[in-house]
């Protein structure tokens, strides 16, 4: 989750990324998890957002629950009244659902946004805790040799709909002993009526991992990692894959 976050975000959060290819990414996931753990009936998803991926696992026969901090993100994803789909309000860091799990997913760099290591074992304890035995705990997350060889670059995104116009400058700044990168937004949203605009800042903490790190971190918390790839298409991760996906199989 951001820092100073502002509701607004969750308010604009589906224009900004509404070219974003959810239907790819849920069905790789769905694919994933039935070859690894085809029993799997029952999801928890961990920073779920507003439903997009839930909403097409859940029309592929999964149930998820989807565990987002955003109140204002899970009051929208409740107006989406999708079916088979519960969102709750709670931090991954440290939560408690009356419910275990088949499968635990984490998409979008979330776990990225936990740059503690502290933070990172008791999401990985406590995600452990609420799957059943065997398992399995899928997330993908920025990767370091990928960030140290591409390094990162200031960008310019700019999204509109009828209403409103959405610019968003994003500003990395490397903090290169801790695997951290923060990305400084500043998002600029104007009323296309009244020409009048307002403009607020974010900064986004995302750590990025090595393997040998995400191997230790399951070591300490009771997983085993049976596969490593690259996010969407499956290749062996290399120095080109910013993005790279972990699957953790509960001991």
């Given at each position: 989750?951001?820092?100073?976050?502002?509701?607004?975000?969750?308010?604009?959060?589906?224009?900004?990324?509404?070219?974003?290819?959810?239907?790819?990414?849920?069905?790789?996931?769905?694919?994933?998890?039935?070859?690894?753990?085809?029993?799997?009936?029952?999801?928890?998803?961990?920073?779920?957002?507003?439903?997009?991926?839930?909403?097409?696992?859940?029309?592929?026969?999964?149930?998820?629950?989807?565990?987002?901090?955003?109140?204002?993100?899970?009051?929208?994803?409740?107006?989406?009244?999708?079916?088979?789909?519960?969102?709750?309000?709670?931090?991954?860091?440290?939560?408690?659902?009356?419910?275990?799990?088949?499968?635990?997913?984490?998409?979008?760099?979330?776990?990225?946004?936990?740059?503690?290591?502290?933070?990172?074992?008791?999401?990985?304890?406590?995600?452990?805790?609420?799957?059943?035995?065997?398992?399995?705990?899928?997330?993908?997350?920025?990767?370091?040799?990928?960030?140290?060889?591409?390094?990162?670059?200031?960008?310019?995104?700019?999204?509109?709909?009828?209403?409103?116009?959405?610019?968003?400058?994003?500003?990395?700044?490397?903090?290169?002993?801790?695997?951290?990168?923060?990305v400084n937004y500043e998002i600029i949203i104007q009323d296309k009526k009244t020409r009048l605009a307002e403009q607020y800042p974010e900064k986004h903490p995302m750590r990025h991992f090595s393997i040998p790190e995400i191997n230790l971190l399951a070591l300490l918390t009771g997983f085993e990692v049976i596969k490593t790839e690259e996010f969407l298409t499956a290749a062996n991760p290399g120095e080109n894959t910013w993005?790279?996906?972990?699957?953790?199989?509960?001991?």
């Open positions: 989750m951001p820092e100073n976050f502002n509701s607004n975000y969750s308010r604009y959060y589906d224009l900004l990324y509404k070219n974003k290819d959810y239907k790819s990414e849920a069905e790789y996931i769905a694919k994933l998890i039935r070859s690894v753990h085809p029993q799997t009936k029952n999801i928890l998803e961990l920073g779920a957002g507003t439903g997009n991926h839930a909403a097409i696992l859940c029309n592929d026969g999964f149930t998820v629950t989807g565990l987002e901090r955003s109140a204002e993100m899970v009051a929208k994803a409740k107006e989406k009244k999708i079916e088979g789909f519960t969102p709750v309000v709670g931090d991954i860091q440290d939560y408690s659902i009356d419910q275990k799990f088949d499968a635990v997913i984490s998409l979008f760099h979330v776990i990225s946004y936990l740059t503690s290591n502290t933070a990172l074992i008791d999401c990985f304890n406590t995600t452990n805790s609420h799957l059943n035995k065997g398992g399995v705990f899928i997330f993908d997350v920025w990767y370091t040799p990928a960030v140290y060889v591409q390094g990162s670059e200031t960008r310019i995104k700019k999204m509109e709909d009828d209403d409103i116009e959405i610019t968003r400058l994003a500003q990395p700044e490397a903090h290169y002993n801790l695997n951290v990168i923060d993005g790279v996906c972990f699957v953790l199989q509960k001991k």
